[in-house]
């Protein structure tokens, strides 16, 4: 199990700073750290984290637009794209 300091470490290496002072981090990078996402995942959503879905993008139409529109929508599979800190999350 990962420890607190441990977790802010990763989250301070891996987010980026928004415009609004808070914090960003893409669920990808967080997924690369292996086995430790549930753990850190938990720990962004209790100091105030928010999971971003991606977007529903705009029907392409076309012949073949639905196919494509479903592909999208299995591709994201529910899942957050990133999360979105407060900026007092790391303090």
Partial sequence: MIDESSIRETIDRLARVDAKGGRTIERA?????GSDFGAIEAW????GGEPELA??????GGLHGART???RQRASGGAPTRYLLPPDALS
Avoid: F
Avoid at 44 to 47: G, S
């Fill in 29 to 33: 990078a967080l997924v690369a750290e």
């Fill in 44 to 47: 962004i959503l209790r100091h």
């Fill in 55 to 60: 977007g529903a993008a705009a029907r392409s």
């Fill in 69 to 71: 529109d479903a592909g």
